[in-house]
């Protein structure tokens, strides 16, 4: 199957700094991105739909000021945590989808697990 | 919510038993795609079925998808200890949406 690359796989910053992860799809290109966020004993929440050279749609109840999502490349999603907080402390980890892949597996990354201290 | 009703929340079970684990959704999909994950570490992805098949198997599972009942299921035969995991359904109609998953454990 194609592979994602997600880095990195864990984070440990202060409180106030910003944190930010790198999704790269390394062997198809990926027109469309999801970041997913998931808390310890949870399922994992839909945070945004990255879509290259266009802005993130975010879900409901998601700041994007927040969690920035930048989707420059057809090969390259980053999620950039910007001022975190200890309640930021997640588990991170994106999905990557080929042009015109609507009917096959979704393709995720490693996961990043973010820690705010 | 995003998430779908999955149940149940937790099983437990003895080797070699079998364990079916349940997903409802609300809204129409293009597939249905079931993960296994340990420990909240990276997701597995175990079978994709579409919206237009019924039935799907992959060595010791087999997939339901009931699209007049928004429902599916998903069974595991002759259950592991290695089996026990958390088990997640995730809808995909323009995006992949996840359950609240099922935590399975299998005791030895």
């Known amino acids: 199957g194609a592979v994602v690359s997600q880095h990195p796989s864990w984070v440990i910053c202060k409180s106030g700094t910003s944190v930010k992860i790198e999704c790269r799809s390394l062997d198809f290109q990926a027109t469309t991105m999801f970041w997913y966020r998931q808390f310890p004993k949870q399922s994992l929440m839909l945070m945004a739909t990255s879509n290259e050279g266009s802005k993130a749609t975010y879900e409901q109840g998601v700041e994007k000021d927040k969690f920035l999502i930048n989707h420059a490349s057809l090969t390259l999603s980053t999620l950039t945590v910007t001022s975190a907080h200890p309640e930021d402390s997640s588990f991170y980890i994106c999905?990557?989808?080929?042009?015109?892949?609507?009917?096959?597996?979704?393709?995720f990354g490693q996961g990043t697990r973010l820690t705010v201290v | 919510s995003q998430q779908g009703e999955e149940d149940p929340q937790a099983l437990s079970i003895q080797e070699g038993e079998n364990a079916t684990m349940n997903c409802s959704y609300k809204t129409s999909i293009n597939n249905l795609q079931w993960y296994r994950q340990n420990s909240g570490r990276g997701l597995v992805h175990l079978i994709l079925?579409?919206?237009?098949?019924r039935e799907k198997h992959s060595g010791r599972l087999r997939v339901t998808l009931d699209t007049s009942k928004k429902s599916s299921s998903l069974l595991i035969t002759a259950s592991r200890a290695a089996d026990t995991a958390s088990y997640f359904c995730?809808?995909?109609?323009?995006?992949?949406?996840f359950g609240a998953g099922t935590i399975l454990r299998v005791k030895s």
């Open positions: 999905s990557a989808r080929a042009e015109g892949a609507r009917n096959t597996e979704a393709f």
């Open positions: 079925i579409r919206s237009n098949e």
């Open positions: 995730a809808r995909y109609g323009n995006k992949l949406v």
